[in-house]
């Protein structure tokens, strides 16, 4: 039986819709023999085609407006990899309103805009899928639809952003300023040139977020979530910590109280006898505990590339098996 062809469009052609393009063409081959559908790139939405070379690509492919996506019936699933709210936001709901399957990785979209985008997915009967907006590459997303089934989830605990993670972690191994860690994160290219997402906490804020909504089943918005980045963590605390067997890591936790959830992201103590201490570099890792499973930890590269754009198009094959189905249910 010949593939199914999957036309898919991509929005921006940043870093991680070029990974997206290249694990498109790279992987090709065993994308169809795993799943039976053969990826084609269709189109890629750029202010021009100056891009195009980092990810090997045909100028022809580039378009500079989402209504020429939006009109091509060869396109089944966009690919959502502009960064902010918007016209981000505005583009995903314009895809889903033009019957197709969306895909994305933008965290702060989905976390101010959740409630209307599913919403918009229902009506439509497409998939809304989003695995790399909160875990990076780890299967976060997929687990934990799975553990919603046939569990009430009690608590969410977990790093979820890497780039202060690392911060963090060379500050309590090198004993460097919050400054010198800040430097080398940027140097690495963990750290933008303005860290204010990551340091501040407002990355983490979008991504509990997403999966408080979803464990309470109505649209959690960042602006109710209390939040304290990093930037007054310093080396004397990391010692401290140290010294009294534990460490300090970015948390994010939701814990339920009946209905509601109490929801926070700050720098907390870690001991080093939980599993939390234990993820260092840019690595991320969320616990999950179910009323029926209990505690479930999922750890990996939270971030970078290579790992989100393998997320990504994991979504673009499941958002073809199994289409409206795999859209989260609709929050209150």
Do not use: C
Not at 267 to 284: D, R, T, Y
């Amino acid at each position: 039986m010949p593939p199914r062809v999957v036309g898919v469009a991509v929005l921006g052609l940043g870093t991680i819709g070029s990974e997206v393009v290249r694990t498109i063409q790279a992987q090709r081959d065993l994308i169809e023999a795993a799943s039976g559908y053969r990826l084609e790139l269709r189109k890629v939405l750029e202010r021009g085609p100056q891009r195009a070379a980092r990810a090997d690509l045909s100028p022809d492919l580039i378009v500079t407006d989402l209504d020429t996506i939006l009109r091509d019936n060869d396109v089944d699933v966009v690919v959502g990899t502009l960064g902010g709210d918007q016209p981000a936001a505005e583009y995903l709901q314009r895809s889903l309103e033009a019957g197709m399957h969306v895909v994305t990785a933008n965290k702060e979209a989905l976390a101010k805009h959740l409630r209307r985008l599913v919403e918009v997915a229902h009506q439509h009967q497409r998939a809304l899928l989003f695995e790399a907006s909160v875990g990076g590459g780890i299967p976060l997303m997929a687990a934990y639809r799975q553990l919603l089934l046939t569990n009430r989830i009690d608590r969410i605990r977990g790093i979820v952003n890497g780039t202060t993670n690392y911060m963090l972690w060379q500050m309590a191994e090198q004993g460097w300023s919050y400054q010198q860690a800040l430097a080398e994160a940027q140097r690495l290219g963990y750290a933008e040139p303005d860290p204010t997402a990551d340091v501040e906490g407002f990355d983490a804020v979008y991504k509990l977020a997403i999966l408080a909504s979803m464990m309470l089943g109505r649209h959690i918005l960042p602006d109710t979530i209390d939040r304290t980045g990093i930037t007054g963590v310093s080396a004397d605390q990391i010692a401290q910590a140290r010294a009294q067997g534990g460490t300090i890591k970015l948390i994010a936790s939701a814990v339920r109280n009946g209905n509601d959830a109490s929801l926070r992201v700050a720098p907390e103590v870690i001991s080093n006898s939980e599993l939390l201490s234990h993820i260092n570099a840019n690595f991320n890792a969320v616990e999950i505990t179910g009323d029926r499973v209990g505690p479930i930890l999922l750890s990996g590269q939270g971030a970078g590339p290579l790992p989100t754009a393998s997320a990504i198009v994991s979504d673009i094959v499941e958002a073809m098996r199994d289409g409206k189905n795999a859209t989260i249910p609709l929050l209150s």
